[in-house]
């Protein structure tokens, strides 16, 4: 009876269940992150940028925001504005899910280099080697190298066969019949956005580990770095406990169906966050968690492998920040008035995201929103001079006067199209 008794007190479970993991974040943890906001020294004007979000929400197309900042490697700023759902009353809080939309890319190019980091993907190897779906015009699967892959040099059109994958043919399928597309240059060579063919990746990712890239992702990244809210599907999204409901018109109209249409391509656009998980996803990007993303992971996405001349042309209204513009692997990288920031935006049809950080500095700033609107895009220009202490300009377009028009995510003529930025 009493080995009996021993093992049933280690093995059996009475009453009680067992406690669920916490997500989220607690009003405790908030208030410390309040705290930093009073800390001398502090580039950002946390106070300002409150009231002029406050004062954006105004606008007839803003349903519901949220907003993180970090400044010297800390968050110092989590906060939701809005509704989920336009006159419901319930309210965005840093809890609330929202999609990522093209900024998922960055998830991808860190996984690939991560792997590559662990020897179990080469970078400058051919697509073929990994057996993938992807076949390119001519047999350029055989020439383009993973890196032209993520840096969407593997010559084809821009946003190739995207409009079919909204149609609800296979991503696997699409990719397949990329070799009957006409090139219009030799991989490596040229510069296209593209969704379907990069989510490639996730095909590299899951021949690499053995497992999903769902899974591999979430294992390797997410949850090492505690972001408990983040997913890569559609039904996380729709039986989260706070979510926010896509809106392609004003706070006057119905939300839009979430489609399951870049669910699809994961690698490309697939991520759905809190503004937290978000933050801390920016935070690991810094260099600030290399027990999980090692430095020299993060080096290969960083560095920039190409000049971006359609990005200047869609951020012209900002040439008195923005010099150049080159893209890594999965990344924008600005030269923002002298200084070097690493960037992406990101759109699908009823939702928008932005990232923007100085790696050098570990301050950035992170938004999702639940509309079509690109206004708050100004927001990463308002924070990014406070951070480097340049004159303020009205870039969010809340003052009287007239400001910059904001670019619209690339490739967004498309109803529902992921696009990127």
């Excluded at 906001?37 to 950002?44: C, I, L, R, T």
């Excluded at 940028?49 to 105004?58: C, E, F, G, N, S």
């Excluded at 190019?109 to 980091?117: K, T």
Aim: with cysteine; aromatic share 8%.
């Amino acid at each position: 009876m009493l080995i009996f008794a021993l093992w049933a007190a280690t093995h059996l479970r009475f009453g009680k269940a067992e406690p669920a993991p916490r997500i989220g974040i607690t009003d405790a943890e908030l208030s410390r992150i309040a705290d930093r906001q009073k800390v001398k020294g502090n580039a950002v004007d946390y106070g300002r940028i409150d009231h002029r979000l406050q004062a954006l929400m105004k606008a007839p197309n803003m349903i519901g925001l949220a907003v993180g900042i970090v400044e010297g490697g800390q968050i110092r700023f989590l906060k939701g504005y809005g509704e989920t759902v336009a006159g419901s009353g319930d309210p965005v809080t840093p809890n609330t899910l929202f999609r990522w939309a093209s900024v998922s890319k960055g998830v991808a190019a860190d996984m690939v280099s991560v792997l590559a980091a662990d020897g179990k993907v080469s970078l400058s190897a051919p697509i073929a080697r990994y057996q993938t779906t992807l076949r390119l015009p001519a047999g350029d699967e055989y020439r383009a190298t993973v890196a032209d892959l993520l840096s969407h040099r593997l010559g084809l059109f821009s946003h190739a066969n995207d409009s079919k994958l909204e149609d609800g043919v296979d991503p696997h399928m699409l990719r397949a019949s990329m070799a009957q597309l006409n090139a219009i240059c030799s991989p490596g060579t040229c510069w296209a956005y593209q969704n379907v063919a990069y989510d490639t990746a996730s095909e590299i990712v899951a021949k690499a580990t053995g497992k999903s890239y769902e899974e591999s992702v979430k294992e390797r990244l997410f949850l090492p770095l505690g972001m408990r809210t983040a997913s890569m599907n559609r039904d996380a999204l729709l039986t989260a406990p706070s979510w926010a409901r896509p809106y392609a018109g004003t706070k006057a109209s119905k939300p839009v169906e979430v489609t399951d249409s870049y669910y699809r391509v994961p690698a490309a656009g697939g991520v759905n966050s809190s503004i937290k998980d978000l933050a801390i996803w920016m935070q690991a990007q810094m260099g600030l968690s290399p027990a999980v993303i090692p430095q020299r992971a993060l080096d290969a996405v960083q560095t920039a492998l190409v000049p971006t001349a359609q990005e200047l042309g869609r951020m012209r209204k900002f040439r008195e920040r923005v010099r150049t513009a080159s893209y890594g692997l999965g990344w924008r990288i600005y030269d923002y008035a002298g200084h070097r920031v690493i960037a992406h935006r990101g759109g699908v049809r009823g939702y928008r995201s932005l990232i923007m950080f100085d790696p050098a500095l570990k301050s950035g700033v992170v938004a999702l929103w639940n509309s079509s609107t690109n206004q708050p895009g100004g927001l990463e220009f308002e924070v990014m001079d406070m951070i480097y202490h340049l004159e303020p300009h009205d870039w969010l377009g809340v003052d009287a006067r007239a400001t910059p028009e904001q670019p619209e995510p690339e490739g967004s003529g498309n109803s529902s199209v992921d696009a990127g930025g």
